[in-house]
């Protein structure tokens, strides 16, 4: 895919805000995949409910029903921003780069899944199982998102997170994750310097 062409791709992507908890924001990104995956033939598509506070994850998968992938690729379609951001930084490009909410992370991912797929010869296509699976609270911790995910990934023999490359153009091959922890206190409320 040309470079002028992904961008175009990329623009409606980049000017809707999809935040974490902004289920309507996310339904919109997932209804724009679905359109473009529905336009390309040849794809199953599978709109999943995680939860009311965030928006739809998306399956899209070439068969019907697998229970085995060759390749599973993962994409998350919520953003950090509040609502309002995409109106207020609109895309752009200067020279060779691309600005607006989500344009590194992680929605150039997303356009990119879709182009390598919309330009993948339909021979090799049928010969792989391939799944798309794009999260919409990956920000936020995948915190409803996270069996699904685990789920999908165990029926694969790979799976490729195709978030942006560093900014010298290195791959990323591992995160460091996270985790969350409950702390209990116990004892009086106070404050060091104004009620010790």
Known sequence: MKKETFLEHLKPFINTDCGSYQPAGVGKIADMLTEKYTALGGWHIKRQHLHDEVGPGLLITNRENPDHYDVLLVGHIDTVFPEGTAAARPFKVEGDRAY???????????????????????????????????????????????????????????VLVCESARADGSLVNRRKGNATFIITYHGVASHAGNDP
């Open 100 to 158: 607006g909410p989500g344009v590194a992370d992680m929605k150039n991912g997303v356009i990119a899944i879709y182009a390598a797929l919309s330009e993948l010869d339909p021979a090799v296509r049928d010969k792989l199982s391939i799944g798309v699976l794009h999260n919409p609270d990956e920000e936020i911790g995948s915190i409803h998102s996270d069996p699904w995910l685990l789920a999908e990934a165990k029926k694969a023999d790979r």
